[in-house]
């Protein structure tokens, strides 16, 4: 047992890791990622995006679940960039979940009831997409320009912003409180909506994070001011399939197993330890190879040679021989005595031979001949 302990360990170890490799497994597979997502290496990917802002100082966290208070930073920066679906659509998701007693007033009519608080709180979301979503509708429109024109003073090192498509939002559609930031032949291409110690900024033209865009004129610079100083940026990726899995760990904790597993973790080292260590001297590695048999005659021999005489037991014996003749041969009486005398008669002894001995060879004699030939020496 000691010498496969090392080897059942190593057994235990490895299906352990394979349960929590599988387990805690998100990668997204052989397939093509969404366009905006920063796992996108293409020209249409925000890659780039996600590795400048890491390369620059800032903490930058790829966030695979619904904004949520808790879940980032109070004052974080979120980048949700792409396909929107409808506020409305993800508080009838939340609000099956959430008591009645706990439900959020929005006041937002682009955020959720918990976006809208978080943002509240201090954050910053950035929305960045061309397609239209809850109230907000986005047109195109014929323009010879290549950037958008600043038209409020905020992020002093961003003067213009690259245009990549004439695309702009419907000023109509606007939340009222939201304004303009940069602006294309009167066009709003980003706005910006204060909401409590956070800010809401929608953005028409998502192409000016991809990668392809992202080398142009004030794309970096941009990039930057959204990202802001001391804050950790998260880019949404919930919105591209990348859903997060809890996964083993997470299941097991929440089951109440991690103390558990910890204790057994603890005391299988121990344990092995214990039986690494010797304690004295080395064991003698010889090991018994007898038969329980052979010991069990030894056994009878020594009884029977303490409680009986030698005459007493060939008396014994005899017996034994005249039960076996008469069962293979019927035979009885007088009959059945003379043919065990002819079977038992002694031979010649050597010289000097004991009595004992004469006669013990001469039974054994006459079993063999019952036997047809068997063994059968007793001794």
């Keep these: 047992m000691r010498k496969l302990l090392p080897l059942l360990v190593a057994i235990a170890a490895f299906f352990a890791a394979a349960v929590l490799w599988i387990g805690n497994d998100r990668s997204a597979g052989e397939h093509a990622f969404d366009t905006f997502s920063i796992e996108n290496t293409s020209d249409s990917g925000l890659s780039l995006a996600f590795a400048y802002l890491r390369r620059s100082g800032h903490r930058v966290v790829r966030l695979d679940a619904p904004l949520r208070p808790g879940l980032v930073a109070r004052n974080g920066v979120v980048i949700r960039a792409g396909e929107m679906i409808s506020a409305q659509f993800r508080d009838e ?14 006041y937002s009519p682009v955020l959720t ?3 809208d608080e978080w943002v509240r709180g201090g954050g ?13 509708h986005f047109s195109t429109f014929m323009t010879k320009t290549k950037q958008a024109s600043k038209v409020f003073p905020i992020w002093p090192d961003v003067a213009a912003l690259p245009l990549p498509e004439p695309r702009g939002i419907v000023l109509a559609s606007l939340p009222p409180r939201a304004h303009a930031v940069f602006t294309a032949d009167s066009h709003p291409i980003v706005t910006r909506e204060a909401i409590g110690a956070g800010e809401l900024i ?19 610079a941009f990039l930057s001011a959204l990202a802001g100083s001391n804050r950790t940026v998260y880019f949404d990726e919930s919105i591209h399939g990348f859903e997060q899995d809890d996964g083993a760990v997470a299941i097991l904790k929440e089951w109440g197993f991690g103390p558990f597993l910890l204790i057994v973790a603890i005391g299988a080292l121990l344990l092995y330890w214990r039986n690494v260590k010797r304690v004295g001297p080395a064991e003698d590695d010889y090991r018994e190879t007898r038969s329980d048999a052979v010991d069990l005659v030894h056994s009878l021999g020594a009884l029977y040679k303490s409680s009986m005489t030698d005459e007493e037991a060939l008396g014994m014996y005899r017996d034994a021989l005249v039960r076996t003749v008469a069962a293979q041969t019927g035979l009885r009486g007088d009959a059945l005595y003379r043919r065990v005398n002819q079977l038992a008669a002694p031979a010649s002894s050597g010289k000097g031979d004991p009595w004992f001995r004469t006669q013990l060879n001469a039974l054994n004699e006459a079993f063999r001949n019952i036997a047809g030939g068997s063994h059968a020496k007793h001794r």
């Excluded at 910053?124 to 907000?136: D, I, K, M, W, Y």
């Excluded at 929608?202 to 970096?220: C, F, G, Y």
């Design 93 to 106: 998701d939340e609000d099956e979940d959430q008591p009645r007693k706990t439900k959020l007033k929005r």
């Design 113 to 115: 009831a918990t976006e």
């Design 124 to 136: 910053r979301l950035v929305l960045a997409t061309a397609e239209s979503f809850g109230p907000l």
């Design 202 to 220: 929608l953005i028409a033209v998502p192409e000016v994070l991809q990668n392809a865009n992202l080398r142009s004129r004030n794309a970096l």
